[in-house]
């Protein structure tokens, strides 16, 4: 069964950063695309950024120029960084990978990671 683990949430101040990384773990073939979800109290669950295995991005308005997301395809890995924090981005951050399949030939759409809490204030 494949599982995320996240990690690297935390309390920031504003204009700080932080480094949440999230590995998929199991009997992984392939992962088309990992990216990050964040939901705040009250709000719905909101698309952070997006890397496919052959590393195209897709970011949030919001948080284009501050945040990168990167993946190390090897390990199964995906990587947000995030600069200049704001105290509007504070949120459970999420790890979501789709288009999975294991290497005895199972597919699976969609998995969730725990969530991470990044809280940015002063």
């Known amino acids: 069964q494949v599982q995320l683990v996240e990690s690297g949430g935390g309390l920031v101040q504003p204009g700080g950063s932080l480094r949440l990384s999230c590995a998929a773990s199991g009997s992984i073939y392939s992962i088309f695309a990992m990216g990050w979800y964040r939901q705040a109290p009250g709000n719905q669950r909101e698309l952070v950024a997006q890397i496919t295995s052959e590393g195209v991005t897709n970011y949030t308005d919001s948080v284009k120029a501050r945040f990168t997301i990167s993946r190390d395809n090897a390990k199964n890995t995906v990587y947000l960084q995030m600069n200049s924090l704001k105290p509007e981005d504070t949120a459970v951050y999420y790890c979501?990978?789709?288009?999975?399949?294991?290497?005895?030939?199972?597919?699976?759409?969609?998995?969730w990671g725990q969530g991470t809490q990044v809280t940015v204030t002063s």
């Open positions: 979501n990978s789709i288009g999975i399949v294991t290497t005895s030939g199972g597919y699976e759409y969609d998995i």
